[in-house]
């Protein structure tokens, strides 16, 4: 198990701080990525409040590759660990581009970048990626390929609902460009439209649910001090709930797609 992916039909809440907030509750330890190619280093500046030296990021990370260096060490050495309440577990970001354009100059080391995070998923680390707006300029071939799961952060507003739909060609090309599932996540559902609405008016799966609190929000978005039951309230279980269910979903993709490769080892091994 290996790369979760987080894209926005746009005009949708909270495509970044979910995926921090999925990162921060995830199970295992994670490298979150921040690929939207339209910068602006939210994570530093609202969660982390600029408290952290800058690193080079995924633009460090494409000149090492260039260079002949080993994508997962330079990855290792371009993350910035976050500061999370699980002492077992390791949660790690890699810092995005720093100024519109940037995304172009990626271009062939996207492809030793996911080749990276496979072998990170191999060794016990999951990637989240959020990979900003869908729009006209697509995601990188090879990451939406081996993506294990495609998640599409919308609110349940028909404003925000409009702007889904009209991303309806993007979506369908997600889907026939991966071999891992594509579906929804719900920021604020009843709002007026549940999820089961909104997943059957789409055809998509329900990843899950988060609920809308722009004040337990500002936890992740501001780096507003959390209170004391902060991590027991409605929005921080429910961003806890979807990284429960979503993890599981990944793993079960895993091996429906790994499953052959699995078990031609298995056998192989007994054979042996």
Do not use: N
């Amino acid at each position: 198990m290996s790369i979760i992916m987080l894209t926005s039909p746009g005009g949708s809440p909270g495509v970044t701080t979910t995926a921090l907030g999925l990162a921060l509750s995830w199970p295992r330890d994670v490298i979150l990525v921040d690929a939207d190619p339209c910068p602006g280093h939210v994570v530093e500046s609202g969660y982390l409040m600029g408290r952290v030296p800058p690193r080079s990021g995924l633009i460090g990370l494409a000149a090492a590759c260039r260079d002949g260096a080993d994508p997962v060490q330079a990855m290792w050495e371009e993350t910035i660990e976050l500061p999370h309440d699980c002492e077992d577990r390791m949660v790690g970001l890699l810092s995005g581009y720093g100024h519109l354009g940037q995304a172009s100059l990626m271009g062939p080391a996207w492809s030793s970048l996911v080749s990276a995070m496979i072998e990170l998923g191999q060794a016990g680390v999951d990637v989240i990626v959020d990979a900003g707006r869908l729009g006209p300029e697509a995601l990188p071939e090879s990451l939406v390929a081996r993506a294990c799961l495609i998640a599409i952060v919308t609110g349940s507003r028909l404003r925000q609902l409009a702007g889904l739909s009209m991303r309806s060609e993007e979506v369908e090309a997600l889907s026939s460009a991966t071999t891992g599932a594509v579906g929804l996540v719900i920021v604020g559902p009843g709002r007026p439209y549940s999820s089961r609405e909104i997943g059957r008016q789409f055809g998509l799966p329900v990843f899950g649910d988060v609920v809308f609190d722009a004040h337990a929000a500002a936890v992740l978005t501001d780096g507003e001090p959390a209170k004391k039951r902060w991590a027991r309230g409605r929005y921080a279980t429910s961003v806890q709930g979807v990284a429960q269910s979503m993890h599981e979903m990944a793993r079960r993709t895993h091996q429906a797609i790994a499953g052959p490769e699995l078990l031609s080892a298995s056998t192989m091994d007994v054979a042996s």
